[in-house]
């Protein structure tokens, strides 16, 4: 039953991997014959200014935005639980940006960040707030980039709010006859019984957040403002590949980030293993 | 039942399987794909705006009725990095276009690595095409290897700046003019910056800056002929580039990052918003929309010497084209008389065809900007940054901290070693 599915991910993932580690080992423009450089291209990273920039801005990103999203979605699942009025537009609006393309997504925040025309600029100054430069200045342009991968936060809220669904309504009841007030229910039955699920979204996140910050900074901030404020290692990977034909270079960056990507991936698994044998 | 649905989804995914794996061709995805009809297809890709897409339509139309036997697939990129990029990819993708049209600060990392054919014999035999025909200055920088003809240019641009003449008359100034100092363009940009209106506009970056450091008697690089480092850090350089900064830093006539932000220079000149804006002849096409002012275009201020920057994109063939006679006789129809007026009418380039470029199609007063002449004046006044291989990553890097610098009131003596050290590393780049 599996046939199908396993022959897509060895042809469309593993070869591509295979393929990208064995890349990562050359020289190579894809236009001359790629010449054996071994594990040059690594040790050449390890002393590229704009490489040591992406890998510190990727895991900035990385240790805000994800706590974030899967915070925020975790919470806008539970808010929106019950059935309320205008319960069912609620959750179309947290789902809508998640399936909104990513140009059209870039484009939108583009006008959103603009610095004098933005509404969202208008929106502070009218409250008599600060405005910060979202594409001027470092820092803003960075909280910019979170911004956005924060509210695409549709697929985890929808899993989450699935995973809610599934813990039966008769545990309440008893934590409610034992009680148990409403933040004992969810510290005691909601978020154990969702913690194989919230894993999971963790590790998704963390995985997909490594990636998602490519149209970002591709279309609204082009990996600026200079130098480096939001090159992170998905931009760090199409330049050296697409723009300067290093894809040698391009594919040792992009080991980096599997290597990176694995790494975290256990790490969060070994913590929340633990986390959890000593909670349950 | 249940075995039908299955039939039926095995069929649709076999459809769609067999659809995806299909080659038409339909967008060029071929270097030469057969033809249409009994002619050859050849593909031609090329950026640029609304008007000089129209432009390379008009010039391949023309082509196309003035012989039957070459059908030009024309392909667009909207700017010039996503050209390198689709070009890159066709490349690596084995479906590169026939002709591309390119910098001359891009195109080398292609020559570096053989992806272009030199058309330096076709040149020579060509009874269309001359050498001596164009500017040499605009030639020069497309012999790849120094000696022989790699691609051929259209365009024999420069930097210059188009000002607002309205303003300048409302604040009782004198128009620019050739010759007019460094010291006249700073009192005047500071005269002219009141209220939300800015005297000067200029983008931070190197090929801007460049032609202000030669000016002052300073260097780009440290051999023009085989560069080794950027020498920005030379005395006169980082003079010339303080100057540069103080635009901003020091007197406030440039707009500030998040003014530059939120609307392009070109735009805020459009708007009037901008007195002095400072680019080369591509612009144009966009100017000629400007119905509320009248604004016209002057040299560069001269600092210590007249100079100004080459800007020029050229035909170049890709060597893996299966049909270069073809391509060629594309190019010597777009390069030469005819195709060169049709490009020039759009206001676009500065012809690399002296004759085209002496004419009225490009000098004729009426068609703004009336003083076209600046352009030719600075032909003999041109220098290049280099086309080494890695030169595009090394001024897109150096462009980072030269805004950063420019915007945040750097010294510039500081940014400048930070350029010369974060770029030399790519200048010894083993790129051949």
């Known amino acids: 039953m599996a046939a199908p599915f396993l022959l897509g991910v060895a042809i469309l993932v593993v070869l591509p991997a295979l393929l990208t580690f064995a890349m990562s080992l050359f020289r190579w423009d894809l236009v001359r014959d790629p ?11 390890l002393h590229d200014v704009n490489f040591r920039a992406a890998m510190r801005n990727s895991l900035i990103y990385l240790a805000i935005a994800v706590p974030v999203r899967l915070v925020l979605a975790v919470g806008l699942a539970l808010l929106l639980q019950p059935r309320l009025i205008g319960g069912a537009a609620a959750r179309g609006a947290v789902f809508l940006p998640a399936v909104i393309p990513d140009v059209a997504y870039a484009l939108l925040w583009l006008w959103i960040l603009n610095p ?77 019984l969702m913690l194989p699920t919230l894993l999971l979204l963790l590790l998704r996140d963390t995985a997909l957040s490594l990636q998602a910050t490519f149209v970002p900074a591709l279309l609204v901030t082009e990996g600026g403002p200079p130098p480096n404020a939001t090159l992170y290692l998905p931009l760090f990977v199409y330049r050296n590949a697409f723009s300067y034909f290093r894809y040698g270079y391009a594919a040792a960056a992009t080991v980096w980030v599997f290597a990176l990507t694995a790494s975290i991936v256990w790490l969060q698994y070994r913590v929340v293993r633990r986390f959890r044998a000593e909670w349950i | ?207 801007r800056m460049a032609p202000f450091i030669w000016s002052n008697g300073g260097q780009v690089v440290d051999d023009e002929a085989d560069p080794t480092r950027l020498a920005l850090d030379g005395r006169l350089s980082t003079q010339a580039t303080q100057r540069f900064f103080d635009l901003r830093g020091a007197y ?94 759009t206001g676009r380039t500065v012809p690399s065809l002296r004759s085209v470029a002496e004419s009225d199609v490009f000098l004729d007063p009426s068609n703004e900007p009336s003083n076209s002449r600046v352009y030719l004046d600075n032909i003999p006044l041109l220098r290049a940054v280099p086309n080494i291989g890695p030169w595009a990553e090394i001024e897109e890097m150096a462009n980072g901290l030269i805004e950063e610098g420019y915007y945040s009131n750097a010294e510039a003596a500081e940014v400048a070693r930070e350029v010369v050290t974060q770029t030399q590393p790519l200048f010894a780049r083993d790129e051949g």
């Open chain 2, 252 to 345: 406030g006539v440039s707009p500030p990052a998040e003014v530059a932000d939120a609307s392009p220079l070109e735009e805020q000149f459009l708007e009037g918003t901008i007195a002095m804006y400072l680019d080369s002849r591509k612009v144009v096409p966009t100017l000629r929309t400007i119905t509320d002012f009248d604004w016209d275009v002057a040299p560069l201020p001269v600092v210590k010497e007249p100079v100004s920057i080459l800007h020029s994109d050229a035909y170049c063939m890709t060597a893996a084209s299966d049909h270069q006679d073809e391509a060629w006789t594309f190019m010597e129809f777009a390069l030469g008389s005819e195709g060169q007026q049709i490009a020039a009418e």
């Open chain 1, 116 to 192: 004098l025309y933005g509404p969202l600029n208008l929106a502070l100054a009218a409250l008599g707030l600060p405005t910060p430069a979202w594409l001027s200045a470092g820092g803003p342009a960075r909280w910019g980039v979170i911004m956005m991968g924060v509210f695409q936060l549709g697929e985890t809220f929808l899993v989450a709010f699935a995973a809610r669904r599934l813990v039966p309504a008769r545990l309440y009841e008893l934590a409610a006859e034992q009680g148990a007030g409403p933040w004992s229910r969810m510290w005691r039955v909601t978020l154990p």
């Open chain 2, 1 to 207: 039942m249940r075995s039908s649905v299955r039939h039926v989804t095995l069929i649709l995914s076999l459809l769609i399987v067999g659809a995806a794996c299909s080659s038409d061709g339909g967008d060029g995805g071929e270097a030469s794909d057969g033809g249409v009809g009994d002619r050859v297809t050849i593909s031609f890709l090329a950026e640029g705006e609304a008007e000089e897409i129209e432009a390379y339509e008009d010039i391949v139309a023309a082509f196309e009725d003035a012989q039957d036997a070459i059908h030009v697939e024309l392909r667009f990129a909207d700017e010039g990095e996503e050209l390198l990029e689709q070009l890159s990819t066709a490349l690596a993708g084995d479906a590169p276009p026939d002709i591309f049209l390119m910098n001359y600060r891009d195109y080398g990392q292609f020559a570096a690595r053989g992806a272009v054919q030199p058309v330096e014999d076709r040149l020579a035999s060509s009874s269309v095409l001359h050498a001596e025909d164009f500017y040499d200055t605009a030639m020069e920088p497309f012999k790849f290897d120094g000696t022989n003809q790699t691609c051929i240019p259209q365009n024999a641009s420069s930097l210059v700046v188009y000002y607002n003449a309205d303003l300048f008359e409302a604040a009782n100034l004198d128009l620019p003019a050739t010759g007019w100092k460094w010291e006249k363009f700073l009192q005047d940009a500071v005269q002219l910056t009141r209220g939300d209106v800015y005297g000067a506009g200029v983008d931070p970056e190197l090929i």
């Open chain 1, 35 to 45: 010449s054996f450089l071994g594990l040059d291209n690594f040790r050449e990273l």
